[in-house]
C-alpha cells in the first residue's frame, strides 16, 4: 500500500514530536529573532508613515487601485 505525502509528513512530526503544540514547539525552538526583527521595521514604517501622508497621494494610489481592480475584471 502506497502512503500519501501527508501521512509520511504527519509519521515524520510524530517521531520527532514537531506540530504537537505551538507553545512547546516555540519554547523548544527559541526566540525568532528574523520574524521579530521584520514585524518591528513594518511597524516602525508604518508609524513613520502617518507623517509622510499627502492628500494628493492618497487620491493618486486609491486610482491606481481603481485601475488595477477595473484590468482584472475584464
Known amino acids: 500500500m502506497r502512503e500519501t505525502i501527508n ?6 512530526m510524530r517521531e520527532t514530536g514537531e506540530g504537537t503544540n505551538r507553545r512547546e514547539r516555540a519554547n523548544r525552538d527559541g526566540f525568532n529573532w528574523g520574524t521579530a526583527i521584520a514585524m518591528g521595521l513594518f511597524h516602525v ?27 482584472a475584471s475584464a
Do not use: D, K
Open 7 to 12: 501521512e509520511v509528513t504527519s509519521q515524520e
Open 45 to 71: 514604517g508604518a508609524v513613520a508613515a502617518l507623517f509622510f501622508f499627502t492628500w494628493p497621494a492618497f487620491f493618486v494610489a486609491i486610482f491606481l487601485w481603481w485601475s488595477r481592480a477595473a484590468s
